[in-house]
């Protein structure tokens, strides 16, 4: 029986590879993904990283052969010791690149090799193939980036790595007014002004979409349930398909004239659909403390 005063059980990525060959790149990638992401951390102090945390976390190592203390074969070893604690889940992903393209994209950036400080490129790029071939064979996930653009990449790490990232995408609902400007931030906008103005019912002028009486006059408009039927429909199938390309953050927007009324309701009213829907979303009204005013909301209509 597994021993409930045991800390919890870690989630280890060691990322490294050649020069050139994206470790950067996916390092970030992991971190918008969710881990918490260390870079060139001294060799001799990984085992203070692993297994002396009590809550449980997702860490991603990056080291390559510039790291202080660099010994393929000693970190094979010390990652040998960790497995053996069979509840630290530890894998290793290499990223590689062929020589051409490596020595294309050093002589690009004009930075020099590490291992050839006063040699060609490519002398420093067989040196450091040879020092990394046993890291290599002995990697987890083997990521070869010579044709990938950084884009590439990018959703190569998240293909092969989202599914264990530690943060859920974060939603964002809110309402505003088309009167004061759009939400620069937005990534879906839905524009509610084909239905009725509340402003202009006896009553309602002084109220927002957060009360009663404005739901329901809302709700009386022929089109107002298909439609909302619609984007609900399209919003239920697009989050999980932002989830799975790694977006961390979407910002659903509806707008009415003052943002006081109409995008209001129906941004409460999506929110508790999206809860139902299994995300938890964080709901934002920009325009509801506005005052109300017929210059804003434009003429009635008859």
Known sequence: MADPTRPKPQRILLVTGMLGAGKSTALRELEDLGWESIDNFPIRLLDRLVG??????SLAIGFDCRTRGFKPEDIIEQVKGWLEEDDIPIT??????????LERRFNETRRRHFL????PVASGIAAERELLAPLRRWADVLIDTTDFTVNDL?????????????KDMTVTVSSFGF??????????VFDMRYLDNPHWEPGLKEQTGLDKDVGDFIEKSAVFASTFDKIKSLLLELLPR?????KAYVNIAFGCTGGRHRSVYTAEKMAQVLRDGGFSPTVLHRNLGSRAAELVEGTQQT
């Open 154 to 166: 990018k959703q190569t790490i998240r293909d092969q790595f989202s599914q264990t990232a530690p």
């Open 52 to 57: 002396h945390d009590d809550e449980p976390f």
């Open 179 to 188: 009167a004061r400007g759009k939400p620069p931030t937005a990534d879906l």
């Open 116 to 119: 050839a400080q006063d040699l």
């Open 242 to 246: 932002y989830a799975d390309q790694g």
């Open 92 to 101: 290793t992903l290499f990223l590689d690149c062929a020589g051409n393209e």
